[in-house]
Structures are given as C-alpha cells and as structure tokens.
C-alpha cells in the first residue's frame, strides 16, 4: 500500500487548511487511516485516526474541536481538516494505514511520505 499525503502549506495563525491522503488500493473495511505529525525536535505524535467501517474517529486532546478527519472510501482518501490553527501546529503531517483505531505509532503499518504544515504570521 502506498499513500500520497498533500494539502500542506503556509497558513496564517486562526487559519484553516484541508490535507489529503489518497492510498493506492481501498483497504478493507476494517482498516484504519491515521494522521501523524511530527515537529522539529519534536517526537512523532497522534492527531486523528479514523476506521472505515462505522466511520469510528478518534482524535489527540490538543487537536480536539479544531480538526476534523474523513474520509472518501471509494475514493480511498482520507481528509484531515484542520482549523483555528495555531503555531504548535507546524510539523511535518503524515498519514498511515493500520488494522486498530488507536494513537500509537507502532499499530500502522504503511506510512505516507508527509506533507509540511506551517502556520506563522
């Protein structure tokens, strides 16, 4: 499984932006799509995740009523939308398939390339 993570960029501090990640085949239904991120100096650290079937989500306390993960299961696309920005929010973004709905890193199995968010004024 490959996946193509894109959507990053720069984006003003309160400011919204929409990152994507599409795999190269639909997984099962009981996959899950996580979003990772990792800042400089910084370990890697969960933000959302979310199972294809039921459409389950879970999220990291600090990204909780600011981001919001979905997904496109035809499209085997997965969204986080990330909004009310804040400057901790710059990092590198990466998306990551695996078979159970939790926030450690060691679950996913196939890792996206990353996408770099910069939220600055």
């Given at each position: 499984v490959q996946l193509q993570a894109s959507g990053g960029g720069l984006v003003?501090?309160?400011?919204?932006?929409?990152?994507?990640?599409t795999a190269s085949v639909r997984?099962?239904?009981?996959?899950?799509?996580?979003?990772?991120?990792?800042?400089?100096g910084k370990n890697r650290e969960f933000v959302?995740?979310?199972?294809?079937?039921?459409?389950?989500?879970?999220?990291?306390?600090?990204?909780?009523?600011?981001?919001t993960i979905s997904g496109d299961y035809?499209?085997?696309?997965?969204y986080l939308?990330?909004?009310d920005s804040n400057p901790e929010d710059t990092a590198v973004y990466y998306c990551a398939v695996g078979g159970t709905v939790t926030s450690e890193s060691?679950?996913?199995?196939?890792w996206g390339q990353g996408?770099?968010?910069?939220?600055?004024s």
């Open positions: 003003q501090p309160g400011g919204s932006l929409r990152l994507s990640c997984a099962y239904s009981t996959y899950v799509m996580g979003w990772f991120r990792q800042a400089p959302a995740c979310l199972r294809w079937g039921g459409m389950r989500t879970q999220y990291a306390d600090s990204v909780k009523g600011r981001f035809a499209a085997a696309t997965v939308q990330i909004n060691s679950s996913y199995r196939y996408t770099q968010v910069t939220v600055s």
